[in-house]
């Protein structure tokens, strides 16, 4: 979808390339997030693909087209822009910032207004509430929502993203990354997002591209980078934690039990105390007939206790999907004393369970700097 040959940049009065011969393919539907410390030429090089800098050198095309031989302004109206400082026109409603190109592209006012409403939903900023105010009367992260929105609003196949959510606060931050996401799922916009934030790279980027004083160092999925490193650099920038780094790629399902152990709430609580020393389980979930969870049960707390588990079952509210990412999942886990966090189906049944022992055994992947592998950590710290 976008690619770049020897693509150079240096600036007038100046010797060194801000961007030295870079090659990279994109493709359609991928995030490419650019990262790399201050000055590494990331953000030149996506602005080089809308022509807000002029190429000293090299090749840009997008959709086998290069960038140009076409219009400069009809370049930059078929790419959407988002940047940090989100850019929105004070003197003018959300309606209008949204409507901005689709108005200059000769737009319909019926074809306009259903647009905005479309894109202000799929933000969760209700177009009633909305539609009429002005950027002083938004909050950060609903105005960095309009930045993104307007970005979208022709539904251009390629967008460029310059740290859209880097002023945000980790909070909301994180929020709007989750909901960019599933947008992203069902649009599958081609995106060059850049960023500074490695957390932010691993989670939002399908592949990442890592620059170092205008070249480009590694380019690969955030699985690559993390348990690949091309060279120290790559090592030292990604972190020493990157095992840990890993459970953001990870989903739940990766790691939990399926099918675990559960007992009903109408089981005599007699029998469920002789199951679990039989079993030598501390706890056991307790679900309905159609295993939804209704809580758990402690061995203390049946041990002389006469009737139905019902009757002594504690609640668990904290739960997962299994489809959320090991990271969020060991949040919650780490929350509980029972040391488990139980996966919920979108019909609120139990999938299964995450324990520590799972986790280690899906995760416990470190590098070897001796030896110059990859293995994996033992529950006694040797690596195999």
């Known amino acids: 979808m976008i690619e770049l040959e020897r693509v150079t940049k240096i600036y007038p009065g100046s ?3 801000a961007v030295d011969s870079v090659n990279l393919n994109i493709a359609e539907g991928d995030i490419c997030i650019l990262i790399g410390s201050s000055g590494c030429g990331k953000t030149t090089l996506m602005r080089m693909m809308n022509r807000l800098e002029p190429i000293t050198s090299g090749f840009i095309r997008i959709g086998g087209e290069s960038i140009m031989d076409k219009d400069v302004t009809a370049l930059r109206r078929s790419i959407g822009y988002a940047i940090q400082q989100i850019g929105l026109f004070p003197h003018m409603t959300v309606y209008d910032n949204i409507a901005t190109v689709p108005h ?12 905005v409403d479309e894109l202000l939903n799929m933000v969760q900023l209700p177009p009633d509430i909305f539609r ?4 002083r009367e938004l909050s950060g992260g609903q105005a960095q929502r309009i930045g993104v929105t307007r970005a979208m609003a022709t539904d251009p196949p390629v967008m460029l993203m310059d740290e859209p959510f880097g002023a945000i606060d980790p909070i909301n931050r994180e929020v709007l990354q989750d909901e960019f996401l599933k947008i992203q799922e069902k ?3 081609t995106i060059v997002f850049v960023t500074h934030d490695i957390h932010e790279a691993i989670k939002m980027g399908d592949k990442i591209a890592l620059l170092d004083a205008g070249q480009l160092v590694q380019y690969g999925t955030p699985e690559e980078l ?8 790559v090592k030292d920038f990604v972190g020493a934690d990157r095992a840990l780094k890993r459970l953001n790629l990870l989903k739940v399902r990766d790691a939990m039990l399926t099918n675990p152990t559960h007992c009903h709430g109408e089981d005599p609580s007699e029998t469920i105390l002789e199951h679990m ?4 389980l501390s706890y056991l979930l307790v679900a309905d007939r159609e295993d939804n969870l209704k809580g758990y049960v402690n061995l203390e707390e049946l041990q002389g206790h006469h009737g139905n588990v019902r009757d002594v079952v504690r609640p668990m509210t904290l739960t997962v999907k299994p489809e959320q990412n090991l990271k969020d999942a060991l949040s919650k886990m780490l929350s509980y004393d029972l040391g488990i966090v139980v996966a919920m189906d979108d019909d609120g049944k139990i999938a299964g369970v995450l324990n520590s022992r799972t986790l280690v055994s899906v995760v416990g992947e470190t590098y070897d700097e001796r030896g110059g592998h990859w293995g994996r950590i033992t529950t006694k710290g040797r690596i195999i």
Do not use: A, C, H, S
Not at 104 to 115: C, F, T, V
């Open 104 to 115: 200059l592209l000769g737009w319909d006012k019926k074809r306009i207004d259903e647009r």
């Open 132 to 135: 009429f105010r002005y950027p």
């Open 277 to 280: 020393i039989e079993n030598e």
């Open 226 to 233: 993390l348990t690949q490193p091309k060279n120290r650099f």
């Open 15 to 17: 010797e060194v390339p």
């Open 187 to 189: 649009l599958k916009k």
